[in-house]
């Protein structure tokens, strides 16, 4: 009786769905009539209380109720009214937003391999090898002692805690099977050593790494040489005029800006440091930099000329693409045609290839962020979101994107890797092909119950390959995804197109965007951006002293083919 019950619940259950879907998405004629303008897309969002993997660590933004200090530099977190720094839920290890990524022992407590790092931590940790084990001895301590893993205070009067008998290193007695195997050492002066050696560029190279030539040295002709100093003094906020905003987001705003002494103009990606910190995107905020940085070495992503701070403020300078984004052209023009749209999705696959051989999942592909350069070429752009290191044994869980680009596995909070990128990149690929977004619904909630359970609507007249294309990578089950199952490039739809010759820049773009004339009025900029005051807003007193300086210590850099992107006079 109860099995037939259950039976005639999932039914009702399943035709109350269609009818929800129905009632959500109407009828799914593809009428010229019933088809709507793409508009601007929801910003990014991202879940605040993501983790950041560090070499077996999940670290978690924490709010510490108690007196605290840094597992790392044995500094006190400080801080009050907001999640203050970060807590390893394997071992509990504790640390200041700043030294995440200088730590380089493996947690000891966690499943996970010990390569999620950035590079310099990698190759520390296999170079040194450091494993001296602690001979810990159970204490009775006379003082007040913090542990130095955990960073809180040991509370007990009779053999409350564990001291090493070799090198005094405290702990609670809870905490003796998280501390790492580094008797002798202080953590703190090998990561300054560390610093030190990454900023001379005489770190172990990992795989990524820009290639040297055999003797390790290069040949930097001497013009090139006198273009770089010349470029290195005039790179000054102080030398910034701002002409226009380019566009606006939570982190801040992206002014068009011109150089004292050099031709040309910048695209200027201007951060409030203090939003940075309280919003825990410190670490967010380094990969974003590394990512710029990789971004160099393919024609097809955004180039990076320099990153700049002042007390107030963090600025990512890019070379300005004059094209527009895909955003801008789409809603001019309503769709693309085939052709068009077979050469920008063979560019941006490109891109986005090279990020995921390197083990970077992107995460925020849409059509805002790929810009046009003045011949007409896609560029990524925005690597806020990416995740680097990302493999089968080091997957990604936070919930972050565009809500209309989210893969299903992202919204159901699976564990995932490249698979979210290729449904994105389906997303793109079909409202350049149609004008439309393949899913709807508003609010939030029933987009992401279309995105899950709704039929792709096709128009008749859609290409048989462009349709097969989109099928593929609206595949719901990751593993069976296209792009990740099978290489995308194989596919019929990209038939017309030469990879090799494409990579190296040697097909002609089907359409060159107009060149701008007036740089203070841009034609391919929205006038929603063009009507904010083209400067950064001034920070009070008090937000800038609360500001932790130490954090951005190394954040000032200039590419070194800079002067490439931008010429001095």
Not at 156 to 181: M, P, R, S
Not at 216 to 224: E, F
Not at 525 to 549: G, M, N, P, Y
Request: charged letters at 25%; hydrophobic letters at 35%; glycine letters at 6%.
């Amino acid at each position: 009786m109860f099995s037939k019950l259950e039976k005639f619940l999932k039914l009702v259950r399943y035709f109350l769905r269609k009818c929800a879907v129905k009632k959500r998405s109407g009828s799914l004629t593809n009428s010229p009539q019933r088809r709507t303008e793409l508009k601007r897309h929801r910003g990014a969002i991202k879940n605040q209380d993501a983790e950041y993997h560090h070499l077996g660590h999940a670290f978690q933004r924490h709010y510490f109720r108690q007196p605290t200090y840094c597992g790392h530099c044995q500094e006190f977190v400080w801080g009050l009214t907001s999640k203050q720094g970060f807590l390893c839920k394997y071992c509990s290890m504790a640390c200041h937003n700043g030294c995440i990524e200088k730590i380089f022992t493996p947690c000891q407590n966690s499943t996970v391999a010990a390569t999620s790092a950035n590079p310099g931590s990698v190759a520390i940790n296999k170079s040194f090898n450091i494993n001296i084990r602690h001979k810990f001895k159970i204490t009775t301590l006379k003082w007040p002692t913090h542990c130095r893993h955990c960073g809180q205070f040991i509370f007990g009067l009779f053999k409350q805690g564990a001291v090493c008998k070799e090198c005094g290193f405290t702990v609670h007695k809870k905490c003796i099977d998280q501390v790492a195997n580094t008797c002798g050492t202080n953590m703190r002066e090998i990561s300054v050593a560390l610093a030190e050696l990454e900023n001379k560029n005489l770190l172990p190279k990992t795989q990524g790494d820009p290639k040297v030539g055999s003797s390790g040295d290069t040949i930097v002709p001497q013009t090139t040489i006198v273009k770089r100093n010349k470029l290195k003094v005039l790179m000054k906020i102080d030398n910034f005029s701002y002409t226009v905003v380019l566009g606006k987001g939570s982190f801040g705003k992206v002014l068009l800006a011109r150089i004292e002494g050099c031709d040309g103009v910048v695209a200027v990606k201007a951060m409030q440091k203090h939003t940075v910190m309280t919003n825990g995107d410190v670490l967010s905020t380094a990969v974003e930099k590394r990512m710029l940085e990789l971004a160099g070495e393919h024609p097809y992503l955004a180039h990076l000329v320099a990153t700049l701070q002042d007390d107030a403020y963090l600025y990512f300078v890019m070379e300005y693409l004059s094209g527009g984004d895909l955003m801008h052209w789409i809603q001019k023009k309503r769709v693309f045609t085939r052709e068009v749209s077979t050469f920008y999705a063979a560019e941006i696959y490109s891109g986005l290839k090279f990020l995921h051989k390197r083990k970077i999942v992107y995460r925020d592909l849409k059509l805002d962020n790929v810009l046009l350069d003045n011949e007409g070429h896609c560029r990524i752009a925005d690597f806020g979101m990416c995740r680097e290191n990302v493999s089968e044994n080091n997957k990604c869980h936070t919930f972050c994107g565009t809500p209309e680009y989210l893969a299903p596995e992202i919204i159901r909070r699976d564990l995932y890797t490249f698979s979210v990128d290729w449904w994105s990149y389906g997303v793109l690929v079909y409202e350049m092909l149609t004008g439309n977004s393949p899913f709807h619904g508003d609010p939030v909630e029933n987009l992401y119950e279309s995105i899950q359970n709704d039929d792709v609507p096709y128009p008749r007249k859609m290409d048989p390959d462009a349709r097969d294309l989109c099928k593929g990578l609206f595949e719901r089950r990751p593993e069976r995804r296209l792009g990740v199952k099978s290489d995308l490039k194989k596919h019929a739809f990209f038939k017309s197109i030469d990879f090799d010759r494409l990579e190296n820049k040697q097909i002609a773009p089907p359409f060159r965007p107009p060149t701008i004339s007036n740089f203070n009025d841009p034609s391919t900029v929205d006038q929603e951006f063009k009507d904010l005051s083209a400067r950064v807003s001034t920070v009070s007193r008090d937000k800038v002293e609360d500001i932790d300086q130490k954090v951005f210590t190394n954040f000032d850099t200039i590419n070194p083919r800079a002067h490439e992107i931008i010429r001095v006079h």
